[in-house]
C-alpha cells in the first residue's frame, strides 16, 4: 500500500514534452470513458491528442501504464495528497467533514461514475486487470491517506478506534450511501437536488461516525 504513495510518474521535463504528455492523457482520458478500455487503441489516442503513436509509447510505454497514469493524474487532481492534512489544532470533526464533503462529490462526479462504468463494461469482457489498476491508483490510495490521517487523530486523542482499517471503509461507506450508485444507474433527475443530498448524506455521515468514534 505504500508504494502506491511514494510511486510517482516520471515523464519529460522540457515544457513541449510535457504538453504533449497532458495533451495524451487528456486525450485518454475522455476515449477511455467513451468506448471502455478494451475498445480504446493507441492509434485513437495518438491522433485524439494530436501526436504520433511513438510519442504515445515513448511518454507511456504501454496502454496499461498509461491508464495508470490517466487515473492517477485524475484522483490527484481532485483528491490531493494534501486533502488529507492532519491538523491537532482543528476539531477533528471539521476535518472529516472537510475530506467527507470532498470524497463524496468526486465519488459522485458524472466523470467519475463515467470511468467506472467503462471499467464495468471491460471486466464484462473479460478485462479484470483495468479494474485492478483503477482500485490500486483511486480507493486503495484514498484508504492509505485516510488510515494514517486517523491513526493521527487516534494518537492524538481526537478519535478512539481500535481497528483504524475497518473505521476507514466505515467512513467512506458512510459519507457515501447509495448517491454514487444512483448516478451510475441514471437516477440523479435533478442536479440542484442530488448535489444538496451529496453534501447533506456526507454531513450526516461524519456525525453518525463520530458518534461511534468519538472519545468518551
Given amino acids: 500500500m505504500n508504494s502506491i504513495l511514494l510511486t510517482k510518474p516520471h515523464g519529460p521535463g522540457r515544457p513541449k ?8 492523457l487528456d486525450a485518454a482520458k475522455a476515449l477511455f470513458i467513451r468506448n471502455a478500455f478494451a475498445g480504446t487503441s493507441m492509434d485513437a489516442i495518438a ?13 507511456f510505454g504501454d496502454k496499461d501504464n498509461l491508464f495508470r497514469e490517466v487515473i492517477r493524474a485524475r484522483v490527484q487532481d481532485l483528491l490531493p495528497e494534501e486533502t488529507y492534512g492532519f491538523d491537532p489544532s482543528v476539531d477533528i ?27 464495468l463494461s471491460d471486466c464484462r469482457q473479460g478485462n479484470p486487470r483495468y479494474g485492478k489498476l483503477m482500485w490500486e491508483e483511486g480507493p486503495m490510495r484514498s484508504r492509505a491517506l485516510l488510515e494514517r490521517l486517523m491513526q493521527q487523530a487516534v494518537d492524538a486523542h481526537k478519535l478512539d478506534i481500535e481497528d483504524v482499517s475497518r473505521a476507514v471503509v466505515q467512513f467512506i461507506s458512510l459519507i457515501k450511501g447509495d448517491m454514487m450508485m444512483r448516478r451510475m444507474f441514471g437516477c440523479a433527475e435533478c442536479v440542484q437536488t442530488y448535489v444538496r443530498e451529496i453534501e447533506e448524506n456526507a454531513r450526516a455521515g461524519v456525525v453518525m461516525f463520530l458518534r461511534a468514534y468519538a472519545p468518551r
Fill in 17 to 24: 514534452d510535457m504538453e504533449k504528455r497532458a495533451a495524451i
Fill in 47 to 59: 491522433a485524439e491528442a494530436g501526436v504520433s503513436k511513438l510519442t504515445v509509447y515513448s511518454h
Fill in 93 to 119: 470533526g471539521d476535518t472529516l467533514h472537510r475530506i467527507a464533503q470532498v470524497h463524496a462529490r468526486f465519488d459522485c462526479d458524472p466523470e467519475t461514475v463515467g470511468t467506472f462504468r467503462a471499467i
